[in-house]
């Protein structure tokens, strides 16, 4: 038996014997896993400079910043999140108990990715163990430095069989996958995840599937550009533009493609200062692979600011990129690096066929003061998510599911989302064996009065509040006409 | 293939355009399947008769009732589900709007099953129309009469840009998986489900799987032998057995069995008559494969059948009928048995019950028996399922507060009322932010400080949002 299967099959056997079924058990996993994030502060941020060249300070405000977040949330709201929800009843079911029963799903595999090693690692774990599940973890091993802490240090704070972490690369992978899990959580790029769905099938394995895509940023000619391109600048150029929400693209009118160029290059130095390269806040590429492909990307196109880099260092500058089409190398998949791209077009109509002439990607942005734009590029674009004059905000709003559609994925999680993710829904009906004779009506032989009261009772719809109202008012009414004949004749 | 990939072109095309997406066309595509259901009711018996024999009371409340008032549900709620959800924010972000809107993924491909042909193509359908998207449906070629019924209608009632029928069997069904769907609802077996993924993996198509498996049926603790005795054997032999949720097999000590069996008897009687053949309100199996496939089954069961076991190939009937002494590795607990063959096997405690059924995949639906709720707390807590019933069967899919769906073999997924339109609809998180309160944001943007961490941290967290505003 491989390493993978022996895990798999420990965590089953763990899962089995129920303890992660009372919610002083999860409470009690995730109050752990806060210690862990507490207690190896430095740990972790030592793991993500050494991969990403991210500071201290980078490290907690964008990994474990919010993992923290979801674990607090997730503590407070356990109780309420896996009571069972009631739901309306029909005539027949009135007496009876009808409500949905979340319950886990038993093994699952939560598959991380490198760019934020720790965040799309420990979220997703957050919502699986608040849902009653083991889970196995896989750390991306790009990443390594962070899978080696993760691997070493987890253990020590979770359950070593409810949550072990296998850390590996692609055979690692690969041997995992071909064991059966009850649901599967990916992280990272359509091309893996399609392999994922792929083996999840051969077990009938639902998937989450966290991808990717060119996100675009149209930018209304009329709206604050100096503040717009603060924001734009902010959101590409964090953990160098290796973000899977970061604004990919920029779409304009060309009268306005000067004043966004000199915005964002005032905006790049205010943040990175003049020598990116020797900011301590200014990341790096995570290897020579990405750094190489990125080199590639940036062919054809014309360097408008930055485009110094570095290979030793896998160091490249805040890049903006002019002259750019929709058929120039770079806009044939996804960046995930710093390179801007400006593309010119007349006006949000185009901008909207530009972007629906794509795939869907995880985030659309649209920066205008216009709300009428602004609904116009809502109902007429998809995509994961939609962000008006903002980028990557929207992932700390907990309670907006947060996930992709078509190529940029399927399900979603953050908060009550992960938790709802990670849990099989169970409709339960609890019914009394007495009232037999109501029944009768649907048994055979069938008559056409029997039919009758059957098509009435067994499937009509009943508000029940609206029904306790009415029984309320009659009630009253009655009380009402008691009252005037009794006391006011 | 040409003509069916012509046929998701020119859905797709109509997707585009925008005209799926207004509340008034989603209301008129549903009042007209109303309409189409009202105008065309003995068509539909006839057709259903042709295929199962379908009583025309099961077909009615099974096929046609229960999709006119998912119809007339769907219309009443039609707006409110449409509504943009408003969520709670953090302090960072109080002066934001912050909803979910629910969209349309675009093309949606229904493959429905022969058991209950109308039902499973049409509920499904329905979720997919209010959530605004485009639908091909490709019936089950083995009700064939109701596929051609459905063919026929289909496009005379709906519109058909947006609404198109694709017959045929496996090949046709295979060559269609080649396109691309956005998402792809599939009612049948576990072995198509797995080709059906396969091919769902390779534009990413998210999907729902409506499967099936052997419920469990536990009776346990005191009861009411004669009201519980009626119930199973209406849930039972309702569509002679051929019901996803239809109890498989029941589990019991030996003393409930002997109580149990003279009232199943009397309740077949009482339902039947004496003469099951010549009721009226049995059906038929739908295929000689199928009745071939169940006759092979009683022919290997090492179990004693004590009810029923007559047969008529040529009606393609089989009496219901009760096998007891039944193995846990029969032959009639390897596979879902589909058909009006109801084992029991002997279990003495409610524990090893509870054992036995964890030890296999979990069912669709699992029920249970008994007048002491403790004992279906007991099972309830220690299970899992697509659904649970207890002291009755099969009821628990009438209502559309309650997602209908499987878990592990049993599929993912559920739909029915509300569910149905969240599982066709893509929950787009917006967010739109203002222009105001730049310098707030002053405190995100780099050279990081440990004093602007500080401040981040306590506006981003949940609990002050509660506790301020």
């Known amino acids: ?364 942005y649209i920066f205008s003061h216009d709300n009428r734009i602004i609904k116009r590029v809502i109902a007429e674009t998809s995509s994961g998510a939609l962000l008006a004059n903002d980028c990557l905000v929207h992932y700390t709003v907990t309670a907006l599911p947060f996930g992709g559609v078509g190529n940029s994925g399927m399900g979603c999680y953050h908060g009550r989302h992960s938790f709802d993710q990670f849990s099989h829904l169970r409709s339960c009906l609890i019914k009394q064996l007495k009232m037999e004779g109501v029944n009768s009506m649907r048994y055979p032989p069938h008559t056409a009065k029997k039919l009758g009261w059957a098509r009435f009772l067994l499937l009509k719809q009943i508000n029940v509040s609206r029904l306790r109202r009415m029984v309320l008012l009659a009630m009253l009414s009655g009380l009402a006409a008691f009252v005037v004949q009794r006391f006011l004749r | 293939m040409d003509a069916q990939k012509k046929i998701v072109d020119r859905l797709r095309t109509s997707f585009r355009s925008g005209v799926t997406v207004p509340e008034q066309f989603r209301r008129t595509q549903l009042n007209n399947l109303i309409e189409m259901l009202k105008d065309s009711e003995e068509l539909i018996l006839d057709a259903l008769h042709k295929d199962l024999a379908k009583p025309k009371f099961e077909a009615i409340l099974s096929e046609i009732d229960i999709v006119t008032n998912e119809l007339y549900y769907a219309i009443a709620n039609l707006s409110s589900w449409m509504q943009q959800e408003y969520v709670s924010k953090n302090l960072a972000t109080k002066l934001d709007e912050c909803f979910v809107k629910r969209e349309p993924f675009g093309v949606v491909l229904i493959i429905g099953a022969w058991n209950y042909p109308l039902q499973l193509l049409l509920l499904p359908m329905i979720g997919a129309i209010c959530a605004g998207n485009c639908v091909v449906l490709k019936p089950s070629e083995v009700s064939a009469a109701t596929e051609a019924v459905l063919a026929e209608l289909i496009p005379k009632y709906l519109s058909q840009d947006c609404f198109a029928v694709v017959c045929g069997g496996a090949e046709e069904t295979k060559a269609l998986l080649q396109n691309r769907f956005d998402h792809i609802f599939y009612t049948g077996s576990q072995t198509v489900a797995r080709s059906i993924l396969q091919a769902a993996s390779i534009h990413l198509t998210p999907v729902t799987l409506e499967l099936g498996g052997k419920c469990p049926c536990l009776i346990y603790g005191g009861v009411n032998t004669t009201s519980a005795a009626r119930r199973l054997v209406w849930a039972k032999f309702f569509n002679a057995g051929q019901s996803c949720v239809a109890p498989d097999y029941v589990l019991c000590s030996a003393a409930t069995r002997d109580l149990l069996l003279p009232e199943i008897q009397k309740a077949l009687e009482d339902f039947y008559g004496a003469d099951c053949k010549k009721s009226p309100d049995f059906s038929r199996i739908v295929s000689p494969r199928h009745w071939c496939r169940l006759m092979e089954l009683l022919g290997k069961t090492s179990g004693k059948v004590v009810i029923g076991g007559e047969n008529d190939q040529k009606e393609r009937y089989i009496a219901p009928t009760v096998v007891v002494d039944v193995a846990e590795d029969d032959v009639l607990m390897a596979e879902e048995i589909f058909g009006p063959i109801l084992p029991i096997i002997t279990v003495e405690s409610l524990e090893k019950s509870i054992d036995f059924v964890n030890s296999k995949e979990k069912p669709l639906a699992l029920y249970v028996f008994s007048d002491n709720s403790s004992v279906v707390r007991a099972v309830l807590e220690s299970t899992s399922s697509g659904g649970f019933c207890s002291n009755d069967g099969i009821i628990h899919m009438t209502l559309p507060g309650l997602p209908f769906g499987g878990v592990g073999a049993s599929g993912f997924g559920s739909y029915h009322g509300r569910w149905g339109f969240e599982t066709f609809s893509h929950r787009r998180a917006c967010m739109l932010r203002g222009w105001a309160l730049e310098r707030l944001n002053g405190l995100r943007y780099p050279p990081y400080t440990e004093e602007k961490l500080g401040w981040l941290r306590w506006t981003a967290s949940p609990k002050t949002s509660c506790t301020l505003m």
């Open chain 1, 1 to 364: 038996m491989s390493r993978e299967q022996q895990v798999v099959k420990r965590a089953r056997k763990a899962f089995q014997t129920g303890k992660t079924k009372p919610l002083e058990q999860r409470i009690q996993q995730l109050k752990s896993l806060l210690c862990f994030i507490t207690e190896r502060r430095k740990d972790i941020a030592d793991s993500v400079k050494r991969d990403l060249g991210r500071s201290e300070h980078g490290a907690e405000l964008f990994e474990t910043l919010g993992v923290e977040g979801e674990i607090k949330l997730a503590i407070e709201k356990l109780a309420e999140w896996a009571a069972p929800r009631p739901v309306e009843k029909n005539l027949l079911t009135i007496s009876d108990e009808v409500f949905v029963h979340p319950e886990p799903l038993g093994v699952v595999l939560i598959i991380g990715a490198w760019n934020y090693p720790w965040a799309v690692t420990l979220k997703p774990l957050v919502g699986a163990i608040a849902a009653g599940n083991a889970a196995v973890i896989k750390p991306s091993e790009v990443s390594c430095h962070s899978a080696k802490v993760m691997e070493e240090l987890l253990p020590q704070y979770l359950d070593k069989d409810l949550y072990p972490v296998v850390a590996g690369g692609v055979p690692e992978t690969q041997e995992l996958l071909k064991q059966r899990f009850d649901h599967i959580f990916y992280t990272g790029n359509s091309t893996v995840g399609k392999l994922v769905m792929e083996a999840a099938a051969r077990h009938l394995t639902p998937v989450t599937l966290e991808l990717g895509g060119k996100s675009p940023c149209y930018i209304d000619k009329n709206c604050d550009i100096p503040v717009a391109c603060r924001r734009i600048t902010w959101g590409k150029f964090v953990n160098c533009g290796q973000t899977c929400i970061a604004p990919d693209y920029i779409l304009c009118e060309p009268s306005i493609q000067s004043t966004v160029l000199e915005e964002i290059k005032k905006c790049i130095k205010e943040f990175y200062t003049d020598n990116p390269k020797t900011f301590e806040d200014y990341g790096r590429i995570i290897n020579q692979r990405h750094f190489k492909r990125l080199m590639t990307l940036m062919e054809g196109s014309t360097v408008a600011v930055g485009g110094d880099i570095d290979e030793s260092q896998c160091y490249i500058a805040p890049t903006v990129l002019k002259n750019v089409t929709g058929d120039s190398r770079v806009m044939k998949e996804e960046i995930f690096g710093p390179l801007l791209p400006i593309i010119t077009v007349n006006g949000v109509d185009e901008a909207i066929q530009f972007i629906n002439d794509r795939e869907k990607p995880l985030v659309v």
